[in-house]
């Protein structure tokens, strides 16, 4: 199991790992993009407080830098960094990378050969669950997405 550090990934994945005895690696590639001054702020109020990036950033994803957070071409790059880690030595074994929907919407495209900005047509609920499957054919790794999750899952009492 990959996590990202953050809070929310890490308790899932730790929960994960214990209830199929295996161990839990912490890596920061698969981490959710720096919003820097627009963290924890809905979309909605994105769309308030920097209306014309936030219009640039729907048709051009390079468009977006968050005051003091993270630009998206570095995002991008970063996450495809640790995609092509994992891609480039199949070994037929199973690995789950508990991550955000915002690595999704850079993998997912990756994975089905589309454009990184037709991402935001894809449904990418909390607790969205897609399962690729890699492949060398050839000499070349190649990813299908087998399963995707769309399903919006029921909340759960946890309260730690």
Same mark, same amino acid.
């Given at each position: 199991?990959?996590?990202?550090?953050?809070?929310?990934?890490?308790?899932?994945?730790?929960?994960?790992?214990?209830?199929?005895?295996? =161990?839990?690696?912490?890596?920061?590639?698969?981490?959710?993009?720096?919003?820097?001054?627009?963290?924890?702020?809905?979309?909605?109020?994105?769309?308030?407080?920097?209306?014309?990036?936030?219009? $640039?950033?729907?048709?051009? /994803?390079?468009? /977006?830098?968050?005051?003091? %957070?993270?630009?998206?071409?570095?995002?991008?790059?970063?996450?495809?960094?640790?995609?092509?880690?994992? $891609?480039?030595?199949?070994?037929?074994?199973?690995?789950?990378?508990?991550?955000? %929907? %915002?690595?999704?919407?850079?993998?997912?495209?990756?994975?089905?050969?589309?454009?990184?900005?037709?991402?935001?047509? =894809?449904?990418?609920?909390?607790?969205?669950?897609?399962?690729?499957?890699?492949?060398?054919?050839? %000499?070349?790794?190649?990813?299908? /997405?087998?399963?995707?999750?769309?399903?919006?899952?029921?909340?759960?009492?946890?309260?730690?």
């Amino acid at each position: 199991i990959i996590s990202s550090p953050l809070k929310r990934c890490c308790k899932f994945a730790d929960r994960t790992a214990l209830a199929v005895n295996c =161990l839990t690696t912490i890596d920061s590639q698969w981490q959710e993009i720096d919003y820097g001054d627009w963290d924890g702020m809905l979309v909605s109020e994105w769309r308030k407080v920097a209306a014309e990036q936030f219009k $640039a950033f729907r048709k051009d /994803l390079s468009a /977006l830098a968050p005051p003091n %957070g993270e630009d998206y071409l570095s995002f991008k790059t970063r996450v495809l960094g640790a995609w092509r880690k994992i $891609a480039a030595k199949p070994d037929g074994s199973h690995l789950l990378i508990v991550t955000h %929907g %915002g690595v999704l919407r850079v993998i997912l495209p990756t994975v089905l050969g589309m454009p990184l900005n037709r991402s935001f047509p =894809l449904h990418i609920p909390f607790a969205c669950f897609s399962r690729v499957h890699l492949e060398v054919t050839e %000499g070349k790794t190649e990813a299908s /997405l087998i399963f995707h999750n769309a399903c919006e899952y029921a909340k759960v009492n946890d309260q730690e």
